[in-house]
């Protein structure tokens, strides 16, 4: 992971400042992907440092990538975090020389892929910004922490970083309920981005990424789906800050595949379509 990065402060039109990370993975390329990238921590932790990884994974495999260090719970319960995200997204679209051509893409992993599946669903209600596809890994997304997969790591409703990081997340229960918020549950998932959904055979997170990857393909939209042989440690293991992860390869692999694809089909269907 070789991309280089610079630090940058946004400055919001309401709520306090918020801190990108910019990585220029194909400087010399006006039509390289963008990625605007959300980091993990259970909506409680994290920080661009801690999105590295994954974050120069995408600048590696050609994407320009722009980080945000959202603000997080409890301090910033939802949609705080969800809204800081949004106007990074919209500085992005409008501050990019040469964003009429480069393709825009959301990624995130764990509570961050929470995040990018939430906000390819604002985009896609609000007309815009117009959005290729979007990369979760992990995605943190079932509140009830009651998967199969998240009760065979032994993670559960009580004493579990996921569940904590939800509760401190939503504040209450009632707000589970709503589609930005926990995007699992969301009734209309139709004319969504192309989506690619990785996670791993000892991922806690491994049933929600699937069931959302299956009822988004249900609903008319591309996914590419993968699953990354045990043990890769995820989700923690996406913060890493080791140099090389044994899976470092195959995620840029899928990323750079990925962004020509999601290319592709936005060039045989034409414009973006409008929200059914």
Same mark, same amino acid.
């Given at each position: 992971m070789t991309a280089l990065w610079t630090e940058q402060t946004l400055e919001r039109p309401c709520g306090g400042p918020v801190g990108v990370r910019v990585y220029k993975g194909a400087p010399q390329d006006k039509l390289a992907p963008l990625v605007l990238h959300?980091?993990? &921590?259970?909506?409680t932790e994290g920080?661009? @440092?801690n999105g590295q990884a994954i974050a120069s994974l995408l600048a590696d495999a050609g994407a320009n990538v722009v980080s945000v260090d959202y603000p997080?719970?409890?301090?910033?319960?939802?949609?705080g975090a969800l809204e800081a995200s949004l106007d990074a997204l919209r500085w992005t679209y409008k501050t990019c020389p040469a964003i009429?051509?480069?393709?825009?893409?959301?990624? &995130?992993?764990e509570a961050g892929g929470n995040? @990018?599946?939430?906000?390819a669903l604002m985009a896609r209600d609000q007309h815009s910004p117009p959005v290729t596809g979007q990369i979760l890994l992990s995605p943190m997304l079932d509140p009830c922490v009651g998967t199969h997969s998240a009760r065979e790591a032994e993670a559960g409703p009580v004493g579990c970083k996921w569940a904590d990081g939800w509760h401190d997340y939503l504040g209450s229960a009632d707000k589970a309920s709503h589609p930005y918020a926990a995007p699992l549950g969301a009734s209309r998932l139709m004319g969504l981005p192309p989506a690619l959904v990785i996670t791993a055979e000892d991922d806690p997170l491994r049933d929600e990424s699937l069931s959302y990857a299956k009822r988004l393909s249900e609903c008319g939209v591309f996914v590419r789906q993968e699953i990354l042989p045990a043990p890769t440690g995820w989700p923690e293991a996406l913060q890493a800050t080791e140099a090389d992860?044994?899976?470092?390869?195959r995620l840029k692999n899928c990323f750079s595949e990925f962004f020509q694809t999601a290319g592709a089909l936005l060039k045989?269907?034409?414009p973006h379509p409008s929200v059914p």
């Open positions: 959300l980091h993990g &921590g259970a909506f920080s661009v @440092a997080r719970a409890p301090e910033s319960r939802f949609p009429k051509q480069a393709r825009l893409f959301l990624a &995130g992993e995040l @990018a599946a939430a906000l992860p044994a899976w470092a390869g045989a269907s034409g």
